[in-house]
């Protein structure tokens, strides 16, 4: 009796001791992992007759044919990113597909034969290498052109000569369709982004219009018609280009002309009014009150931001924390 009375004090000491140690030691399951060879994950559609065994948790609860219809409903810029996150992915995400859908949907105005076309002639029947190398416009954003100048200010006394930067940008958000947005303000891009869509009212100073992308030379031709008593044309030409492969993520702005159309050219609808100023030279206009100007200011190249990082952009600095902008 004496002696188990001695002993149960002690083994409560030493699983009080263990407990103790618990609280201290980080455990890290990963570590039993190091120096175990992962075989490569058949992709979704595999004709492969080999058993195919994945140790991950994701993978044996999502089946194949539900991780394939949640990729299909991805944008593509975000296919890229879940490529990153293992090699099944990566492999499902190279299914064409996902790119075909998005090629077409991306140049759905030349048609789907020309697309075809194309495909088999340019990117040997590669819908991904297609999305990758073609330029195009891109739509789950807004390409911004941030634009200062410096305006002098009223002299006090003499003394001093005051001077002031100023800040406008000019906005465009294209449409797959073959129309865009465009607005000249001073307003921050987090603002701007709230309503630069099609249900939104004129008074918000939006102005519709439509442009041509063309693929030899990755120029676009776009055209906007401000309505009122006296209908002006604002015709712009932008060459597309991107900072990485199939970005697409800059626009410099070549042109920017304004000229006056007559009274059957300003009944044109939105739709037609590049058609009408297509062929025009830079100094043609239509209505001998309103000259053609060609303008030479304001040409800083136009820089893409999507939609997710609209509020983080550096675009919404005041000019006195950033007061020039440098798009590379």
Known sequence: ????????????????????????????????????????????????SKPQFDPALIHRSLPDELLFEV???????????AACVCRK??????????????????????????????????YDGSWRKMWLLRSRVRTDGIYVSRN??????????????????????????FYPSGRFLYKNSSQKLKDVAK??????????????????????DDKIEAAVLYPGTRPTVLRIRLRLRGTAIGANNRMDLLSLVTSGVNDEEGSSTEEDILGVVENWRDDETHNPDI????????MTPFVFVPFEEVEQSVLNLPPEKMDYFVTG
């Open 1 to 48: 009796m004496t002696s188990d009375a001695l002993n149960i004090p002690s083994e409560l000491e030493s699983a009080l001791r263990l407990r103790t140690v618990q609280y201290f030691i980080t455990k890290r399951p990963w570590l039993d992992l190091y120096g175990v060879h992962v075989r490569p994950v058949a992709p979704f559609g595999s004709t492969s």
């Open 71 to 81: 990729f299909a409903r991805m944008l593509p810029y975000d296919l890229g990113r």
């Open 89 to 122: 992915w990566r492999y499902t995400v190279r299914n064409p597909v996902f790119w075909r859908n998005a090629c077409l949907k991306a140049w759905q105005t030349a048609g789907v034969i020309e697309n075809y076309r194309i495909l088999q002639s340019k």
């Open 148 to 173: 200062t100048y410096i305006r002098a200010g009223i002299a006090e006394w003499k003394i001093t000569n005051p001077v002031h930067i100023v800040c406008y940008y000019r906005y465009i958000r």
């Open 195 to 216: 309503y630069m869509n099609f249900k939104s009212s004129k008074a918000d100073g939006l102005y519709r219009g439509t442009y041509t992308l063309s693929m030899s």
């Open 291 to 298: 000259p053609a100007v060609s303008h030479k200011r304001g």
